[in-house]
């Protein structure tokens, strides 16, 4: 099924493209229209030319040098609010039209987040940055989360079902407030976690 002319009012070359991988469906769009790689690719450069760290840093207004307590985590993957375009791929892999990307920064007395989400079939964006004692952080985790996300087949595109897919999410809690972030483009992200909860023990018992 061809992508209402509404949505496209407004829209940027790239916001186009991306409306179109997650509504233009059937045959045709399976022939000509945007593979999921392609797709990938341009979230990935998109998300490469924000310059995370260095965003991060400038925001937080403290030199590197400062933030040496253990080295900065890294961590992305696609965003499943409820306001998003989903898309089940013919891969098998489940995307989004958001993209959440977040660096943590540890200093000897804190834990500084800066967090960035941006949508590729609009250009909006949330920006966020936290800093959080340690003595105040209750847990550090990571999660397997379930979502529906579009699996459209037939060649007029009109067999249209849910299926559910699995994410992986991050947690930061401290006490009336939770940070979470997905780590769906971070394979080992268990292993960043599990740095950050070692040095989590270690504040809490000095």
Known sequence: MPVDPQL???????????????????????LTGMKDEAYDQMVLTTLNGLNVKKKGLGKIGLDEDQLKEIAPIYLHGYNYDSDVLTKVGSDGRSRSSKYDAAMLFFSDTHVYMYAYTFDMTSGAKKEKTEEYFYKDITNFSTSSETTEATK????????????????????????????FCSTSGVPDADKSVSAMKQKLREKKQQ
């Not at 595109?157 to 299926?163: L, N």
Request: with cysteine; proline share 2%.
């Open 8 to 30: 496209m009012r407004g829209k940027t070359a790239e916001q186009k493209r991306a409306i179109k991988y997650f509504q233009d469906t059937g045959c045709l769009a399976a």
């Open 152 to 179: 459209v087949s037939g060649c007029k595109g009109d067999k249209v079902t849910k299926k559910t897919v699995e994410y992986s999410r991050f947690s930061l809690v401290v006490p009336g407030d939770k940070f």
